[in-house]
Protein backbone atom coordinates (compact mmCIF):
# COMPACT_ATOMS: atom_id res chain seq x y z
CA UNK A 1 0.00 0.00 0.00
CA UNK A 2 1.44 3.48 -0.52
CA UNK A 3 2.30 5.52 2.42
CA UNK A 4 -0.62 7.05 3.49
CA UNK A 5 0.71 10.52 4.41
CA UNK A 6 0.92 11.34 0.82
CA UNK A 7 -2.77 11.05 0.30
CA UNK A 8 -3.43 14.02 2.69
CA UNK A 9 -2.33 16.23 -0.52
CA UNK A 10 -3.90 13.83 -2.74
CA UNK A 11 -7.52 15.19 -4.56
CA UNK A 12 -10.68 14.05 -3.45
CA UNK A 13 -11.22 11.82 -6.61
CA UNK A 14 -7.62 10.41 -6.24
CA UNK A 15 -8.30 9.44 -2.14
CA UNK A 16 -11.94 7.62 -2.98
CA UNK A 17 -10.37 5.60 -6.18
CA UNK A 18 -7.32 4.96 -3.92
CA UNK A 19 -10.17 3.49 -1.08
CA UNK A 20 -12.53 2.04 -3.60
CA UNK A 21 -8.98 -0.05 -5.34
CA UNK A 22 -8.02 -1.49 -2.15
CA UNK A 23 -4.81 0.75 -2.80
CA UNK A 24 -5.15 2.48 0.80
CA UNK A 25 -7.06 1.74 3.65
CA UNK A 26 -9.94 4.37 4.41
CA UNK A 27 -8.43 3.91 7.94
CA UNK A 28 -5.28 4.55 7.05
CA UNK A 29 -6.21 8.17 5.26
CA UNK A 30 -8.45 9.13 8.08
CA UNK A 31 -5.31 8.30 10.27
CA UNK A 32 -3.24 10.56 8.84
CA UNK A 33 -5.54 13.46 8.23
CA UNK A 34 -5.65 13.06 12.09
CA UNK A 35 -2.22 13.41 12.35
CA UNK A 36 -2.24 16.83 10.57
CA UNK A 37 -5.66 18.04 12.61
CA UNK A 38 -3.56 17.73 16.06
CA UNK A 39 -0.54 19.17 13.96
CA UNK A 40 -2.02 22.41 12.81
CA UNK A 41 -5.48 23.03 14.73
CA UNK A 42 -3.74 24.33 17.72
CA UNK A 43 -2.72 27.11 15.39
CA UNK A 44 -5.94 27.71 13.08
CA UNK A 45 -8.87 27.05 15.31
CA UNK A 46 -11.04 25.94 12.47
CA UNK A 47 -12.76 23.04 14.45
CA UNK A 48 -15.02 23.18 17.07
CA UNK A 49 -15.98 19.35 17.51
CA UNK A 50 -14.12 16.60 16.39
CA UNK A 51 -13.84 13.11 18.10
CA UNK A 52 -10.79 11.03 16.51
CA UNK A 53 -12.27 7.57 17.54
CA UNK A 54 -15.50 8.27 15.71
CA UNK A 55 -13.29 9.08 12.93
CA UNK A 56 -12.00 6.03 12.84
CA UNK A 57 -14.80 4.13 13.61
CA UNK A 58 -16.35 5.93 10.42
CA UNK A 59 -13.64 4.91 8.42
CA UNK A 60 -13.15 0.78 9.39
CA UNK A 61 -16.31 0.39 8.75
CA UNK A 62 -16.09 1.46 5.12
CA UNK A 63 -13.08 -0.85 4.75
CA UNK A 64 -15.36 -3.25 6.20
CA UNK A 65 -17.97 -3.00 3.40
CA UNK A 66 -14.91 -3.24 1.00
CA UNK A 67 -13.62 -6.65 2.28
CA UNK A 68 -17.02 -7.30 2.08
CA UNK A 69 -16.93 -6.71 -1.52
CA UNK A 70 -19.64 -4.11 -1.06
CA UNK A 71 -19.76 -1.58 -3.76
CA UNK A 72 -18.45 2.25 -2.37
CA UNK A 73 -19.74 5.48 -2.78
CA UNK A 74 -18.07 8.28 -4.54
CA UNK A 75 -16.61 9.99 -1.12
CA UNK A 76 -14.93 6.14 -0.35
CA UNK A 77 -13.09 7.25 2.68
CA UNK A 78 -12.60 11.00 1.99
CA UNK A 79 -12.55 13.23 5.08
CA UNK A 80 -15.24 15.82 4.86
CA UNK A 81 -15.42 18.61 7.53
CA UNK A 82 -18.95 19.84 8.31
CA UNK A 83 -19.94 23.69 8.68
CA UNK A 84 -21.28 23.93 12.61
CA UNK A 85 -24.60 25.23 11.83
CA UNK A 86 -25.63 21.66 10.21
CA UNK A 87 -27.50 19.25 12.06
CA UNK A 88 -25.32 16.03 13.01
CA UNK A 89 -27.03 13.32 15.02
CA UNK A 90 -23.71 12.10 16.20
CA UNK A 91 -22.03 15.28 16.87
CA UNK A 92 -22.72 19.13 18.85
CA UNK A 93 -24.42 21.25 17.11
CA UNK A 94 -23.19 25.12 17.91
CA UNK A 95 -23.70 27.34 15.69
CA UNK A 96 -21.02 29.15 16.82
CA UNK A 97 -23.12 30.52 19.55
CA UNK A 98 -23.28 30.58 23.63
CA UNK A 99 -26.85 29.94 23.37
CA UNK A 100 -27.21 26.60 21.71
CA UNK A 101 -25.31 25.16 25.44
CA UNK A 102 -27.03 24.61 28.81
CA UNK A 103 -25.83 22.92 31.81
CA UNK A 104 -22.34 22.88 29.94
CA UNK A 105 -23.25 20.37 27.21
CA UNK A 106 -23.70 22.07 23.56
CA UNK A 107 -27.27 20.98 21.81
CA UNK A 108 -26.71 17.57 19.84
CA UNK A 109 -29.57 16.97 16.99
CA UNK A 110 -31.41 14.27 17.05
CA UNK A 111 -31.10 13.92 13.53
CA UNK A 112 -28.83 14.43 10.53
CA UNK A 113 -29.02 17.31 8.01
CA UNK A 114 -29.81 15.87 4.41
CA UNK A 115 -26.83 16.87 3.18
CA UNK A 116 -24.92 15.17 6.17
CA UNK A 117 -26.91 11.48 5.29
CA UNK A 118 -25.88 12.01 1.55
CA UNK A 119 -21.91 12.54 3.04
CA UNK A 120 -23.03 9.08 4.46
CA UNK A 121 -24.34 7.36 2.08
CA UNK A 122 -21.24 8.45 -0.13
CA UNK A 123 -19.13 6.62 2.22
CA UNK A 124 -17.27 9.96 3.23
CA UNK A 125 -15.57 10.26 6.38
CA UNK A 126 -17.54 13.26 8.72
CA UNK A 127 -13.79 14.82 9.93
CA UNK A 128 -16.23 16.92 12.58
CA UNK A 129 -17.57 20.21 12.54
CA UNK A 130 -16.05 23.49 11.76
CA UNK A 131 -16.18 27.14 13.46
CA UNK A 132 -18.34 29.68 12.02
CA UNK A 133 -19.37 33.82 12.49
CA UNK A 134 -22.36 33.30 15.20
CA UNK A 135 -25.50 31.93 13.26
CA UNK A 136 -23.24 32.61 10.34
CA UNK A 137 -23.76 36.36 10.70
CA UNK A 138 -20.32 37.63 9.57
CA UNK A 139 -17.23 38.22 7.11
CA UNK A 140 -13.84 37.23 8.75
CA UNK A 141 -15.23 34.22 11.30
CA UNK A 142 -14.67 36.04 14.30
CA UNK A 143 -18.36 36.69 15.65
CA UNK A 144 -17.94 32.87 16.94
CA UNK A 145 -18.15 32.55 20.85
CA UNK A 146 -15.49 30.32 20.66
CA UNK A 147 -13.07 32.72 19.00
CA UNK A 148 -11.66 33.63 15.72
CA UNK A 149 -10.38 31.38 13.28
CA UNK A 150 -7.05 32.64 11.72
CA UNK A 151 -6.22 32.87 8.07
CA UNK A 152 -3.05 29.96 7.72
CA UNK A 153 -1.47 32.36 5.13
CA UNK A 154 -1.19 34.82 7.79
CA UNK A 155 -1.86 33.80 10.75
CA UNK A 156 -2.49 37.81 11.62
CA UNK A 157 -5.31 37.84 9.16
CA UNK A 158 -9.03 36.49 8.75
CA UNK A 159 -10.14 33.57 7.01
CA UNK A 160 -13.16 35.46 5.68
CA UNK A 161 -16.44 33.93 6.68
CA UNK A 162 -19.21 32.53 7.65
CA UNK A 163 -17.75 29.63 6.78
CA UNK A 164 -14.32 30.22 7.49
CA UNK A 165 -13.74 26.75 9.58
CA UNK A 166 -14.28 25.09 6.55
CA UNK A 167 -12.00 26.88 4.18
CA UNK A 168 -9.17 26.59 6.78
CA UNK A 169 -9.89 22.88 7.39
CA UNK A 170 -9.45 22.40 3.19
CA UNK A 171 -6.38 24.62 3.07
CA UNK A 172 -4.60 23.41 5.40
CA UNK A 173 -5.28 19.79 4.45
CA UNK A 174 -7.30 18.98 7.83
CA UNK A 175 -10.12 17.57 5.40
CA UNK A 176 -10.52 16.67 1.36
CA UNK A 177 -13.05 18.50 1.80
CA UNK A 178 -15.99 20.98 3.30
CA UNK A 179 -19.30 21.93 3.41
CA UNK A 180 -20.15 25.58 4.21
CA UNK A 181 -23.32 27.33 4.02
CA UNK A 182 -23.63 30.87 1.63
CA UNK A 183 -26.20 33.46 2.13
CA UNK A 184 -23.83 36.50 1.36
CA UNK A 185 -20.63 35.07 -0.07
CA UNK A 186 -19.91 33.06 2.88
CA UNK A 187 -18.40 29.94 1.15
CA UNK A 188 -17.14 32.29 -2.02
CA UNK A 189 -15.06 34.44 -0.16
CA UNK A 190 -13.42 32.27 2.77
CA UNK A 191 -12.41 29.78 -0.53
CA UNK A 192 -10.80 33.32 -1.61
CA UNK A 193 -9.22 34.39 1.28
CA UNK A 194 -7.47 30.90 2.04
CA UNK A 195 -6.65 29.77 -2.06
CA UNK A 196 -9.40 27.27 -1.36
CA UNK A 197 -12.06 26.45 -4.24
CA UNK A 198 -15.68 27.38 -2.99
CA UNK A 199 -19.01 26.29 -4.94
CA UNK A 200 -22.31 27.78 -4.03
CA UNK A 201 -25.35 26.17 -5.87
CA UNK A 202 -28.40 27.93 -7.80
CA UNK A 203 -31.28 28.48 -4.82
CA UNK A 204 -32.95 25.16 -4.17
CA UNK A 205 -30.38 23.00 -5.95
CA UNK A 206 -29.66 21.66 -2.32
CA UNK A 207 -31.43 20.61 0.48
CA UNK A 208 -31.61 22.89 3.93
CA UNK A 209 -33.28 20.51 5.74
CA UNK A 210 -31.03 20.65 8.60
CA UNK A 211 -29.43 23.63 8.08
CA UNK A 212 -29.99 26.44 11.04
CA UNK A 213 -31.52 29.17 9.48
CA UNK A 214 -30.30 32.53 9.44
CA UNK A 215 -32.14 33.55 6.15
CA UNK A 216 -34.50 31.10 4.41
CA UNK A 217 -34.86 32.69 0.70
CA UNK A 218 -31.49 32.99 0.43
CA UNK A 219 -29.15 30.14 2.26
CA UNK A 220 -27.85 27.67 0.49
CA UNK A 221 -25.49 24.47 1.20
CA UNK A 222 -22.38 24.37 -0.93
CA UNK A 223 -18.74 22.69 -1.17
CA UNK A 224 -15.45 23.58 -0.68
CA UNK A 225 -12.39 21.80 -2.21
CA UNK A 226 -8.74 22.05 -3.19
CA UNK A 227 -9.93 21.80 -6.78
CA UNK A 228 -12.44 21.95 -8.87
CA UNK A 229 -13.22 18.64 -9.41
CA UNK A 230 -13.70 18.15 -5.70
CA UNK A 231 -15.81 20.51 -4.93
CA UNK A 232 -18.06 19.53 -7.91
CA UNK A 233 -17.93 15.62 -6.85
CA UNK A 234 -19.13 16.71 -3.06
CA UNK A 235 -21.93 19.20 -4.75
CA UNK A 236 -22.71 16.17 -6.87
CA UNK A 237 -23.40 14.37 -4.50
CA UNK A 238 -25.05 16.65 -1.96
CA UNK A 239 -27.50 17.91 -4.32
CA UNK A 240 -31.04 17.00 -5.92
CA UNK A 241 -34.36 17.13 -4.81
CA UNK A 242 -35.61 16.63 -0.95
CA UNK A 243 -39.30 16.41 -0.33
CA UNK A 244 -38.26 17.40 3.44
CA UNK A 245 -37.35 20.96 1.95
CA UNK A 246 -40.36 22.76 0.26
CA UNK A 247 -37.98 24.87 -1.27
CA UNK A 248 -35.84 21.96 -2.75
CA UNK A 249 -35.47 22.25 -6.68
CA UNK A 250 -37.12 18.95 -8.45
CA UNK A 251 -34.30 19.71 -11.53
CA UNK A 252 -32.06 17.15 -12.42
CA UNK A 253 -28.71 17.37 -11.24
CA UNK A 254 -25.99 17.43 -13.74
CA UNK A 255 -22.76 15.78 -13.59
CA UNK A 256 -20.55 18.35 -12.47
CA UNK A 257 -17.25 16.29 -11.94
CA UNK A 258 -17.56 15.72 -15.91
CA UNK A 259 -18.11 18.54 -16.67
CA UNK A 260 -14.29 19.69 -15.44
CA UNK A 261 -12.06 19.57 -18.59
CA UNK A 262 -14.25 20.32 -21.17
CA UNK A 263 -14.12 22.57 -23.99
CA UNK A 264 -14.76 26.03 -23.09
CA UNK A 265 -13.76 27.79 -26.63
CA UNK A 266 -17.46 28.74 -26.98
CA UNK A 267 -18.21 30.27 -23.59
CA UNK A 268 -18.81 33.91 -23.59
CA UNK A 269 -17.50 35.89 -20.63
CA UNK A 270 -19.05 38.75 -19.09
CA UNK A 271 -17.51 41.42 -17.44
CA UNK A 272 -19.49 43.54 -15.38
CA UNK A 273 -18.04 47.27 -15.50
CA UNK A 274 -19.95 47.67 -11.69
CA UNK A 275 -17.45 44.99 -10.27
CA UNK A 276 -14.08 46.61 -11.58
CA UNK A 277 -14.39 49.90 -10.17
CA UNK A 278 -14.02 52.69 -6.77
CA UNK A 279 -12.95 50.56 -3.85
CA UNK A 280 -11.04 47.19 -5.35
CA UNK A 281 -7.73 46.89 -4.70
CA UNK A 282 -5.52 47.01 -7.49
CA UNK A 283 -3.50 43.61 -6.89
CA UNK A 284 -6.86 42.04 -6.83
CA UNK A 285 -7.99 43.59 -9.98
CA UNK A 286 -4.72 43.16 -11.65
CA UNK A 287 -5.04 39.30 -11.00
CA UNK A 288 -8.68 38.90 -11.78
CA UNK A 289 -8.10 40.37 -15.16
CA UNK A 290 -5.35 38.19 -15.28
CA UNK A 291 -7.11 35.05 -15.05
CA UNK A 292 -10.15 36.77 -17.57
CA UNK A 293 -7.32 37.19 -20.02
CA UNK A 294 -6.11 33.81 -19.18
CA UNK A 295 -9.58 32.59 -20.27
CA UNK A 296 -9.61 34.72 -23.59
CA UNK A 297 -6.21 32.95 -24.58
CA UNK A 298 -7.61 29.28 -24.10
CA UNK A 299 -10.84 30.62 -26.43
CA UNK A 300 -13.46 32.11 -24.49
CA UNK A 301 -15.12 35.47 -26.04
CA UNK A 302 -14.47 38.51 -23.62
CA UNK A 303 -18.09 41.40 -23.51
CA UNK A 304 -18.77 44.47 -21.03
CA UNK A 305 -22.02 43.72 -19.38
CA UNK A 306 -23.94 46.20 -17.10
CA UNK A 307 -25.19 45.10 -13.70
CA UNK A 308 -26.35 48.62 -13.03
CA UNK A 309 -28.41 47.83 -9.38
CA UNK A 310 -25.46 46.08 -7.74
CA UNK A 311 -25.25 49.47 -5.96
CA UNK A 312 -28.06 48.81 -4.10
CA UNK A 313 -26.97 45.19 -3.49
CA UNK A 314 -25.40 45.70 0.82
CA UNK A 315 -28.31 47.88 1.85
CA UNK A 316 -30.86 45.22 0.22
CA UNK A 317 -29.56 42.59 1.23
CA UNK A 318 -29.05 43.40 5.17
CA UNK A 319 -32.54 44.49 4.96
CA UNK A 320 -34.02 41.40 3.96
CA UNK A 321 -31.41 39.01 5.36
CA UNK A 322 -31.79 40.51 8.82
CA UNK A 323 -35.88 40.69 9.12
CA UNK A 324 -35.56 36.65 8.15
CA UNK A 325 -33.00 36.36 10.65
CA UNK A 326 -34.67 37.95 13.37
CA UNK A 327 -38.19 35.88 12.29
CA UNK A 328 -35.74 32.76 12.22
CA UNK A 329 -33.89 33.21 15.58
CA UNK A 330 -37.02 34.10 17.73
CA UNK A 331 -37.16 29.84 18.24
CA UNK A 332 -33.71 30.43 20.55
CA UNK A 333 -35.68 31.32 23.48
CA UNK A 334 -34.67 29.22 26.40
CA UNK A 335 -37.83 27.16 26.35
CA UNK A 336 -37.39 24.02 24.19
CA UNK A 337 -33.69 23.81 23.93
CA UNK A 338 -29.85 25.49 24.44
CA UNK A 339 -29.20 27.63 27.08
CA UNK A 340 -31.41 29.46 30.04
CA UNK A 341 -31.15 31.85 31.99
CA UNK A 342 -33.10 32.97 34.90
CA UNK A 343 -33.03 36.47 36.03
CA UNK A 344 -34.46 37.56 39.71
CA UNK A 345 -37.57 38.79 38.07
CA UNK A 346 -39.73 35.55 37.62
CA UNK A 347 -41.69 35.98 35.11
CA UNK A 348 -41.90 34.23 31.16
CA UNK A 349 -40.34 37.49 29.37
CA UNK A 350 -37.63 38.44 31.56
CA UNK A 351 -36.45 34.86 31.29
CA UNK A 352 -36.76 35.50 27.39
CA UNK A 353 -34.82 38.70 27.93
CA UNK A 354 -31.74 37.48 30.09
CA UNK A 355 -31.34 34.16 28.17
CA UNK A 356 -31.20 36.43 24.27
CA UNK A 357 -28.74 39.18 25.83
CA UNK A 358 -26.56 36.55 27.37
CA UNK A 359 -26.80 33.43 24.72
CA UNK A 360 -26.38 36.15 21.45
CA UNK A 361 -23.21 37.92 20.72
CA UNK A 362 -22.57 41.59 19.52
CA UNK A 363 -23.47 40.96 15.69
CA UNK A 364 -26.34 38.10 16.34
CA UNK A 365 -28.25 41.22 18.31
CA UNK A 366 -27.73 44.09 15.85
CA UNK A 367 -29.11 41.92 13.19
CA UNK A 368 -32.00 40.91 14.70
CA UNK A 369 -32.74 44.41 16.02
CA UNK A 370 -32.26 45.76 12.36
CA UNK A 371 -34.58 42.81 10.88
CA UNK A 372 -37.19 43.49 13.37
CA UNK A 373 -37.15 47.32 12.74
CA UNK A 374 -37.98 46.82 9.23
CA UNK A 375 -40.69 44.85 9.60
CA UNK A 376 -42.06 47.05 12.50
CA UNK A 377 -45.50 48.79 11.55
CA UNK A 378 -44.90 51.76 10.01
CA UNK A 379 -41.63 50.77 8.22
CA UNK A 380 -42.30 47.26 6.13
CA UNK A 381 -43.41 49.47 3.05
CA UNK A 382 -40.47 51.89 3.39
CA UNK A 383 -37.89 49.26 3.59
CA UNK A 384 -39.06 45.63 3.87
CA UNK A 385 -41.07 46.01 0.79
CA UNK A 386 -39.04 48.26 -1.29
CA UNK A 387 -35.78 45.75 -0.60
CA UNK A 388 -37.73 43.04 -2.27
CA UNK A 389 -38.99 44.93 -5.33
CA UNK A 390 -35.06 45.63 -5.94
CA UNK A 391 -34.45 42.24 -5.39
CA UNK A 392 -36.49 41.88 -8.42
CA UNK A 393 -34.33 44.29 -10.81
CA UNK A 394 -31.19 42.69 -9.63
CA UNK A 395 -32.51 39.29 -11.03
CA UNK A 396 -33.59 41.09 -13.97
CA UNK A 397 -29.78 42.68 -14.64
CA UNK A 398 -28.50 39.08 -14.37
CA UNK A 399 -31.26 37.92 -16.60
CA UNK A 400 -30.42 40.89 -19.52
CA UNK A 401 -26.73 39.94 -18.83
CA UNK A 402 -27.26 36.26 -19.46
CA UNK A 403 -28.99 36.87 -22.72
CA UNK A 404 -25.76 38.19 -23.78
CA UNK A 405 -23.25 35.81 -22.33
CA UNK A 406 -22.51 32.39 -20.96
CA UNK A 407 -20.75 33.08 -17.04
CA UNK A 408 -19.81 36.46 -15.81
CA UNK A 409 -16.24 36.59 -14.05
CA UNK A 410 -15.43 39.35 -11.24
CA UNK A 411 -13.68 38.79 -8.61
CA UNK A 412 -14.81 37.22 -5.12
CA UNK A 413 -13.83 40.51 -2.52
CA UNK A 414 -12.69 43.81 -3.42
CA UNK A 415 -9.73 43.50 -0.81
CA UNK A 416 -7.64 40.76 0.03
CA UNK A 417 -7.81 39.13 3.31
CA UNK A 418 -7.62 41.62 6.10
CA UNK A 419 -5.95 42.34 9.49
CA UNK A 420 -7.91 40.11 13.06
CA UNK A 421 -10.11 43.10 14.70
CA UNK A 422 -9.49 45.74 12.14
CA UNK A 423 -13.11 45.83 11.08
CA UNK A 424 -14.85 44.54 14.00
CA UNK A 425 -15.63 48.32 15.95
CA UNK A 426 -16.78 49.31 11.84
CA UNK A 427 -19.47 46.72 10.81
CA UNK A 428 -20.31 48.59 8.07
CA UNK A 429 -16.70 48.51 6.88
CA UNK A 430 -17.04 44.82 6.71
CA UNK A 431 -20.42 44.78 5.29
CA UNK A 432 -18.63 46.41 2.22
CA UNK A 433 -16.44 43.49 1.78
CA UNK A 434 -19.18 41.68 0.42
CA UNK A 435 -20.15 43.79 -2.37
CA UNK A 436 -19.28 41.02 -5.39
CA UNK A 437 -20.81 38.11 -3.48
CA UNK A 438 -24.25 39.46 -2.29
CA UNK A 439 -25.85 40.09 -6.12
CA UNK A 440 -25.64 36.31 -7.05
CA UNK A 441 -26.81 35.38 -3.73
CA UNK A 442 -29.94 37.90 -4.28
CA UNK A 443 -30.54 36.35 -7.60
CA UNK A 444 -30.31 32.91 -6.35
CA UNK A 445 -28.15 32.39 -8.68
CA UNK A 446 -24.68 29.28 -8.53
CA UNK A 447 -21.23 30.90 -8.55
CA UNK A 448 -17.95 29.78 -7.34
CA UNK A 449 -14.16 31.29 -6.41
CA UNK A 450 -11.56 29.69 -8.08
CA UNK A 451 -7.79 30.92 -6.73
CA UNK A 452 -6.00 33.54 -8.39
CA UNK A 453 -2.22 34.27 -7.87
CA UNK A 454 -1.28 35.82 -4.45
CA UNK A 455 -0.94 38.79 -4.25
CA UNK A 456 2.78 40.06 -3.88
CA UNK A 457 2.63 40.10 0.10
CA UNK A 458 1.44 36.30 -0.72
CA UNK A 459 -2.24 37.24 0.02
CA UNK A 460 -4.97 34.97 -1.98
CA UNK A 461 -6.92 36.71 -4.53
CA UNK A 462 -10.16 34.96 -6.15
CA UNK A 463 -12.09 34.88 -8.97
CA UNK A 464 -15.56 34.90 -9.21
CA UNK A 465 -17.70 32.76 -12.07
CA UNK A 466 -21.66 33.24 -12.13
CA UNK A 467 -23.67 31.19 -14.25
CA UNK A 468 -27.81 31.35 -15.08
CA UNK A 469 -29.76 29.21 -12.33
CA UNK A 470 -28.85 25.63 -12.86
CA UNK A 471 -25.58 25.72 -14.58
CA UNK A 472 -23.64 24.72 -12.13
CA UNK A 473 -21.83 21.90 -14.94
CA UNK A 474 -21.09 25.52 -17.10
CA UNK A 475 -19.77 27.00 -13.82
CA UNK A 476 -17.45 24.19 -12.97
CA UNK A 477 -15.88 23.63 -17.06
CA UNK A 478 -14.57 27.39 -17.06
CA UNK A 479 -13.36 26.93 -13.20
CA UNK A 480 -11.28 24.06 -13.83
CA UNK A 481 -10.23 25.82 -17.64
CA UNK A 482 -8.87 28.60 -15.69
CA UNK A 483 -7.67 26.26 -12.76
CA UNK A 484 -5.48 24.12 -15.51
CA UNK A 485 -3.70 27.00 -16.49
CA UNK A 486 -3.01 29.10 -12.84
CA UNK A 487 0.74 29.30 -12.10
CA UNK A 488 -0.41 29.23 -8.65
CA UNK A 489 -2.15 26.00 -8.40
CA UNK A 490 -1.60 23.93 -6.08
CA UNK A 491 0.36 26.51 -3.60
CA UNK A 492 0.13 25.64 -0.07
CA UNK A 493 -0.15 28.33 2.97
CA UNK A 494 2.68 28.71 4.38
CA UNK A 495 1.26 27.68 8.25
CA UNK A 496 -0.17 24.46 6.69
CA UNK A 497 3.53 23.13 5.84
CA UNK A 498 3.59 21.98 9.73
CA UNK A 499 5.08 18.55 10.20
CA UNK A 500 2.16 16.04 10.11
CA UNK A 501 4.16 13.13 12.40
Same mark, same amino acid.
Given at each position: ????????????????????? !???????????????????????????????????? +??????? &??????????????????? #??????????????????? #??????????????????????????????????????????????????????? /?? !?????????????????????????????????????????????? /???????????????????????????????????????????? $???????????????????????????????????? +????????????? !?? $??? *??? %??????????????????????????? !??????????????????????????????????????????? *????????? &??? &? /???? %???????????????????????????????????????????????????????? /?????? +? #?????????????????????????????????????????????
Amino acid at each position: MADADDWTHRSIGQIAAGVQH !GEVSAEAVAAAFLRRYEAIEPQVHAFLHLQSARVVE +QARAIDA &KRVRNEALGPLAGVPIAVK #DSLCTIDAPTSCGSRILAR #DGAVWQPPYDATVVEKLRSADAVLMGKTNLDEFAMGSSTESSASGPTLNPWDLGR /VP !GGSSGGSAVAVACRMSAGALGSDTGGSIRQPAAFTHTVGLKPTYGR /VSRYGLVAYASSLDQVGSFGSDVRGAARILEVIGGHDPRDATSA $TAPMEKLEAACGRDVRSIRIGVPEEYFGEGLDAAVE +QRVRRAIEALRGA !GC $TVH *AVH %LPHTRYAIATYYILATAEASSNLARFD !GVRFGLRVHPQRGDLEAMYTSTRSTGFGAEVKRRIMLGTYVLS *AGYYDAYYL &KAQ &K /VRTL %LRRDFDEAFRQVDVIAAPASPIPPWKLGEKLDDPLSMYLADIYTLPASLAGLPAIS /VPCEPT +Q #DGLPVGLQLIAPAFQEARLCAVASAWEAMNPARGLVAPHAHVAAG
